[in-house]
């Protein structure tokens, strides 16, 4: 067999052994680098998912709160049944109440990271907290003269 014929059958069979055991190497190499940044994309697009789900979740509550007959169990439960599909609920609700002089109903939801991440956490310990705030104005308030002068 002609010299041309072994590199060309050797080339099909996979190689030489020196050049299988430098290809086995460089995969262990790499292989570790494209999982963090597998599992890095797929933490990115979960919270990024969580966060418009928070967003969701805020304005819908904000929504039921200017309604003149609701309770803050009527918002809070809102944000839950908005919430619930994703499976968290370590997230606290915070209500800060319209007045004549500031008729704004503000609703503030507030989530760990630790407990949205699917990695506990692993990728960012810079991030404490996701923070979601919506505000409306309540229904029925009374408008000052200030607000909207004669023309």
Do not use: H
């Not at 819908?60 to 803050?72: F, I, M, P, W």
């Amino acid at each position: 067999m002609s010299r041309i014929n072994q590199v060309v059958r050797a080339a099909r069979l996979g190689g030489s052994k020196r050049a299988r055991a430098a290809a086995a190497v460089e995969f262990a190499v790499v292989c570790p680098v494209l999982v963090l940044i597998l599992f890095g994309i797929v933490e990115f697009g979960w919270m990024f998912m969580v966060r418009l789900t928070m967003g969701n979740a805020a304005r819908e509550g904000c929504r039921v709160a200017v309604l003149q007959t609701t309770e803050y169990s009527d918002v809070v439960a809102r944000i839950s049944d908005i919430m619930e599909p994703t499976g968290i609920t370590d997230y606290t609700v915070e209500k800060t109440d319209a007045t004549v002089s500031n008729p704004m109903e503000v609703i503030r939801i507030t989530l760990p990271y630790s407990s949205a991440s699917i990695l506990g956490g692993f990728f960012s310990d810079l991030v404490t907290d996701l923070v979601v705030t919506c505000s409306m104005r309540k229904e029925g308030m009374a408008v000052s003269e200030d607000e909207f002068p004669d023309e």
